[in-house]
């Protein structure tokens, strides 16, 4: 019976007139800060103070079964907008967000998506306390680093505008959480997300972003100065086993990234494996602490999916602003 509550629910919701979604999707070419992305009427069914009067009013205009549906309906899943503070939502409850994703995302967009994430939260400097998983992305997709990048977030304003008629969700959050849909569409780990990221009305410091032209050393610094050890590092440069960048099957999330560097086919001569990774990943295998990790995640893809989930749920925490309790 639960389970027909909720899709009552869903429908009653879904109906309400004055439910509305004003979400609309706006680049720098075109930007204005009195913009807001993704701004949403709450639903309509709940009164400014929360009270339970104002759910059961909007039930009975509903008629008899939506009267049902609303009283039972707390037992099985909150009507209200979400509680603003960091534990409030248990990732096993973002399965509406992840829906919604799933409509909008295949396994030739991951890759793109994955570099989304990647760009919006790998501004962050612990020591200037900038940069992170804030959505900040929005206003920085004319920067030359981000260069292709307005598709993916086009692809995932399509998913954003649905779950917004339900409840209000940041660019930081949908970003972060398609991202780990987009790994295990690929065959990749699932990995939970906590949702509840707060977007940053500005965009970051530029020149934040590790360079493609870093050597190992270089790498680690930059990582060092995000809050990442030379461990996390290499987790996170597996994510480039996605795309075309000649590792593999580009759709297909596996070690093969780490096998392929061990490998280094870009030293023979002639033909396409010249072109094989960025000068940034080739760097990583002439790096004696980085090797060791490329060597145990191409001989153990258990260990890399385990460390790459570890890795980017750090990454999409890291330096995030969350709401607080009420």
């Not at 998913?159 to 949908?174: F, G, M, N």
């Not at 000649?246 to 494996?273: A, C, H, Q, R």
């Amino acid at each position: 019976m639960s389970n027909t509550i909720a899709v009552d629910c869903w429908l009653l919701n879904s109906g309400v007139s004055s439910f509305t979604s004003t979400s609309k999707l706006y680049f720098p070419a075109n930007f204005s800060r009195t913009a807001h992305f993704g701004s949403n009427t709450i639903r309509a069914s709940a009164t400014t103070n929360g009270s339970s009067e104002g759910v059961i009013y909007k039930a009975l205009s509903c008629g008899r079964r939506a009267l049902l549906s609303m009283i039972t309906l707390p037992l099985v899943m909150p009507c209200e907008p979400i509680n603003n503070s960091v534990g409030a939502i248990p990732a096993d409850e973002s399965f509406r967000l992840r829906e919604e994703i799933r409509k909008v995302l295949s396994k030739g967009k991951a890759a793109g998506v994955l570099r989304l994430v990647f760009h919006d939260a790998g501004t962050f400097e612990i020591d200037e306390k900038t940069g992170g998983m804030n959505g900040s992305i929005v206003y920085e997709l004319d920067r030359p680093e981000n260069k292709g990048l307005k598709k993916s977030l086009k692809i995932l304003d399509k998913a954003k505008s649905q779950i917004d008629l339900v409840q209000s969700v940041s660019w930081a959050d949908i970003i972060a959480l398609a991202g780990a849909e987009a790994v295990s569409l690929c065959g990749g780990p699932s990995i939970p997300i906590q949702l509840g990221r707060i977007d940053s009305m500005v965009p970051d410091p530029e020149g934040k972003l590790p360079e493609e032209s870093l050597d190992a050393t270089s790498l680690k610094q930059c990582f060092e100065r995000k809050g990442f050890s030379t461990q996390e590092l290499v987790a996170l440069s597996g994510a480039h086993t996605l795309g075309s960048k000649g590792f593999g099957n580009p759709t297909v999330f596996d070690n093969e990234y780490f096998k392929i560097l061990m490998e280094k086919p870009w030293l023979s001569s002639g033909g396409m494996t010249s072109m094989v990774g960025l000068p940034s990943d080739r760097a990583l295998v002439e790096d004696d602490e980085c090797v060791g990790w490329i060597s145990k995640y191409a001989e153990d893809q258990s260990l890399f999916f385990d460390d790459f989930k570890n890795a980017y749920t750090k990454l999409v925490d890291t330096g995030a602003t969350w709401k607080k309790a009420l």
